[in-house]
């Protein structure tokens, strides 16, 4: 049945919550629950995927005693109670964002966070539960059966899409069933939240910590909190204001000017979610309140959801007359005659004054009712009206008017700020909007007007580290770390903040040197859920087009080359890339113009895109990926490491670690050909992380798999060691030692050997020596003379910082250097040369320096000859031969210049 507007008597639909014509809002009734709008919204938001994975807020409400309700009351009755609370809980949670899941009975499931995030989903669903046991109380007013109504919230990632055989919009995950849970634990009337909600939540709510309790199907004691109410601004955490004192200043300036030449002032703040909009509006109050002529404040808020039209007028009015948002309409009507004996003291009044702002406040106006005006000269109409009733208002005290959120605002709200700015407005009225770049076309129309722009930038290293200082209290982090988290945030303030609250919460912070640092560098993966929310509305602000191409591209890393962009996306490829450089997601790099590549703007962006996929879907994309490097690479015929690793990478992630390993292994060997010893040692980790999640194991070289795992563990230490962490590298060796018990020996001698070094560079002798001898009699017996000679001068080395010059000499003497190779021979002179002179015999080690120059020259080992240039310089410099010394020494610094040593 069609309905009547009580304010314009314009026929609208019976489910209708505004007139079509007027934009007045009904009384909500018992008309169809806004859990069938939200369904069809949910429906076409996930109609290009099946499912993907997001970090959402659960909320669970259930009726107490339901089933006792329902045996004493007729079923009418029991419709009546619960599905007109039902109703207004499915109006309460659409107008938070919310998406109501399904109404099971005596239950009601909601999601924050899917099908689409807001950027603060948790906080609005906390609030959300608070508002729904408001509504549940006032309804029970002047009732004898009361509902009692239990509410539990859980945030975790779940698996969302049109999922079972009816193809219903739904999530599946363990935050569905905690959630349940704590409902179920929660008392009648009272909000309980899991402890994951009350991390994300406790800087805007009052929580009480309740005592562990074990929860139904959870293993271990469960800590929840009960949510006593909103806190205060004055109770929250305010961090320190840090890198916008220039924005400050320009608004001080501008509301300055507004005031002192009692013209209007216009200024767009302008920032992406988080980067300190709201932080930069609470310090300019704050600033103002200490002026002679601090303004009274006009606020009007914007919501993506559940707004009437006119919703930003309508505020605006409603503060200009002082009036609550509880007011009866005798309050509004006394408010508004006041307003129009103030109006007709001076120039008349404009037509229809009072009958506009009753209009703009929601009280029914007859005249109106009877004009037969259009619905759009009718709101010409209020916004005359309201520009009257500001300039009033301005007569005595300067305004300070606020839209905030500008990029969720009203057409009306944005248009009636459009026609201020052209407008021949006065008084000292400051108008100050703060929104996102995401309204790009409001953004530029309003910059046409007589509008200031201030553009928040990001913030630098410094910066980083001063917000630090706030949050950890006790001490700031260090200029690495704050790098590390600029790089990571992009400079956002909130993400810097929310980055480093989770560093220290996660206790992955310690103190070194009076600054924190990173306890490992598994930490540096680790992104908040709040942080992950802000982003995940990003991506979902895109058009489906883009937002599948952004998610498809993540696969690919943050930088990838444009060829293999367009061969993920497929035909449309191009137009797609050029839509989010646009939109200032992707950044296209023209360093090598024959090969260009494009960026992810933003490091947690690509990891969030990334972490949406459903793992079916990233193993797919990957496979298909790694088929195109993988013929890239054969066209080429290249071996660069750092080609063979990006093939790797893929491969892995496509669940190919039999494929993946081989490659990482390969590309190790080429970066220790190259020098590139850190490089080559994380490659080597690599293929063995994949080696271990083989199913099959495979071997190489023609090795068996036992082989091969020993082949590359080796291959780690060495690279670990060369690269400076002889630690990793011997608990490498210590592993293959382990694992070579009863076969392998010249594995095993090889690790022992290892061992030996390590234990010589951490100046455990003793143990070098012990090693150096296993070593040595094992490759005796697998004959390799050379490398057991090697060992034997390892061990006299070691002779001679043990104090048993004597004993190491006495092993080199029955040394054989007859068919030893060069290489032998010059690291023999030099052991011998080192013990003679830990005797004091200086001119005999310098004859065995002398001869280990000589050999090395032969063989042109360009490093040997620079050391023993080196150390016969100091044994002449002793004896006192100093311009002797001098020429070895230039010598010597001229080797070690040559060789990139110096």
Not at 705 to 714: F, I, R, T
Not at 867 to 889: K, M, W
Request: with cysteine; charged share 25%.
């Amino acid at each position: 049945m069609p309905k009547a507007c009580p304010a314009c008597a314009a026929e609208n639909p019976d489910a209708a919550k505004f007139c079509n014509e007027c934009g007045a809002k009904f009384a909500v009734g018992l008309t169809p629950p806004p859990v069938q709008v939200t369904r069809r919204v949910a429906r076409d938001e996930s109609r290009r995927s099946a499912g993907e994975r997001r970090v959402v807020s659960v909320l669970f409400a259930d009726i107490k005693d339901y089933t006792a309700l329902s045996e004493q009351l007729d079923p009418e009755q029991v419709e009546e109670l619960v599905g007109g609370l039902f109703r207004e809980f499915a109006d309460v949670i659409a107008r938070h964002g919310g998406y109501v899941d399904k109404f099971m009975g005596d239950s009601v499931l909601a999601l924050f966070g899917a099908p689409r995030s807001l950027g603060d989903d948790t906080e609005r669903a906390v609030a959300c539960a608070l508002e729904m046991q408001r509504r549940a109380q006032a309804s029970n007013a002047g009732r004898e059966n009361k509902l009692g109504v239990r509410i539990g919230i859980d945030t975790g990632e779940v698996v969302v899409g049109n999922i079972g055989q009816r193809g219903e919009y739904t999530a599946i995950g363990d935050a569905v069933n905690t959630a349940n849970r704590v409902q179920s634990a929660a008392e009648p009337g009272s909000v309980f939240i899991s402890s994951d909600t009350a991390a994300q939540v406790k800087a805007r709510f009052r929580l009480t910590e309740l005592q562990p309790r074990q929860l139904k199907g959870k293993a271990d004691a469960v800590v929840l909190f009960r949510v006593e109410g909103m806190l205060k601004t004055t109770e929250r955490y305010i961090g320190p204001f840090v890198g916008r004192k220039r924005e400050l200043d320009l608004l001080l300036a501008s509301f300055e000017q507004c005031v002192a030449n009692r013209r209007p002032g216009f200024v767009l703040v302008r920032g992406e979610a988080g980067m300190g909009k709201s932080r930069l509006f609470y310090e300019f109050r704050r600033r103002l309140r200490a002026l002679r002529h601090a303004p009274r404040r006009l606020t009007a808020s914007f919501a993506p959801v559940g707004q009437e039209p006119m919703n930003g007028m309508r505020q605006i009015a409603r503060a200009a007359l002082d009036l609550a948002p509880t007011a009866e309409p005798a309050q509004a009507a006394a408010a508004i005659a006041q307003a129009l004996a103030q109006a007709q003291e001076g120039a008349p009044a404009p037509p229809g004054f009072a009958e506009n702002l009753a209009f703009l406040v929601g009280l029914q106006v007859r005249e109106l009712a009877e004009s037969g005006l259009p619905a759009r000269q009718r709101i010409e109409g209020a916004a005359v009206a309201l520009k009257r009733l500001l300039e009033l208002r301005a007569r005595d005290t300067p305004l300070l008017v606020v839209y905030e959120d500008l990029h969720w605002a009203d057409t009306d709200s944005c248009d009636f700020l459009r026609r201020l700015a052209r407008s021949d407005l006065s008084g000292p009225i400051f108008f100050l909007a703060l929104g996102r770049p995401e309204a790009i076309d409001l953004v530029r129309d309003l910059l046409a007007n007589p509008f200031e722009s201030i553009e928040l930038r990001a913030l630098e290293p410094g910066e980083i580290a001063a917000i630090s200082g706030g949050i950890l209290q006790d001490g700031v982090i260090s200029d690495e770390l704050a790098s590390l988290v600029l790089q990571r945030s992009g400079g956002n303030p909130f993400v810097a903040e929310e980055l480093l609250k989770g560093l220290r919460e996660t206790q992955m912070l310690e103190l070194s040197h009076d600054r924190y640092v990173l306890r490992d560098a598994a930490s540096q993966s680790l992104i908040p859920v709040g942080v992950r929310s802000i982003l995940a509305a990003r991506i979902d602000a895109l058009e489906a087009r883009e937002k599948g191409a952004l998610t498809s591209l993540s696969v690919l890393g943050r930088e990838f080359s444009l060829d293999a962009a367009l061969h993920v996306l497929g035909a449309e490829g191009q137009a797609a890339i050029e839509a989010l450089a646009r939109r200032g997601m992707l950044v296209l790099l023209q360093e090598d113009k024959k090969r260009p590549r494009c960026l992810i703007s933003h490091a947690l962006l690509q990891e969030v895109a990334y972490g949406g996929l459903l793992k079916r879907d990233k193993c797919a994309l990957h496979q298909e990926v790694a088929a195109f490097f993988e013929q890239r690479l054969q066209q080429e015929s290249t071996q660069d490491p750092a080609r063979l690793v990006e093939l790797a990478w893929h491969l892995a992630r496509a669940e190919q670690p039999e494929r993946a390993w081989p490659l990482y292994y390969r590309a190790g060997l080429r970066a220790s050909e190259d020098s590139q010893l850190a490089f080559a040692a994380e490659q080597f980790r690599r293929a063995r992380e994949e080696f271990e999640r083989c199913r099959v194991h495979t071997g190489i070289d023609g090795l068996p798999p036992e082989g091969a795992k020993l082949k590359l563990l080796l291959a780690l230490c060495e690279a670990c060691f060369e690269s400076g962490k002889p630690d990793e590298a011997l608990a490498h060796a210590e592993q293959v030692i382990a694992l070579t018990q009863n076969s392998f020996g010249r594995q095993r001698a090889l690790a022992l050997e290892f061992a030996a070094k390590v234990s010589h560079v951490k100046s455990r002798f003793e143990d070098a020596i012990v090693h150096a001898e296993r070593a040595a009699a094992l490759f005796e017996k697998a004959g390799e003379p050379s490398a057991s000679a090697r060992l034997h001068l390892f061990k006299a080395r070691m002779f001679s910082h043990t104090g048993q010059a004597a004993q190491g000499l006495a092993l080199l003497e029955n040394f054989n250097l007859k068919d030893a190779p060069a290489e032998t021979r010059i690291d023999f002179f030099n052991t011998r040369a080192s013990l003679l002179l830990s005797q004091g015999k200086i001119r005999e080690a310098l004859d065995d320096e002398l001869k280990r120059l000589e050999i090395a020259e032969r063989v042109q080992d360009r490093r040997k000859v620079g050391s023993a240039h080196s150390n016969i310089a100091t044994y002449l410099s002793d004896l006192g031969r100093q311009q002797e010394a001098d020429e070895h020494f230039r010598l010597a610094m001229a080797e070690y210049q040559r060789t990139g040593e110096l």
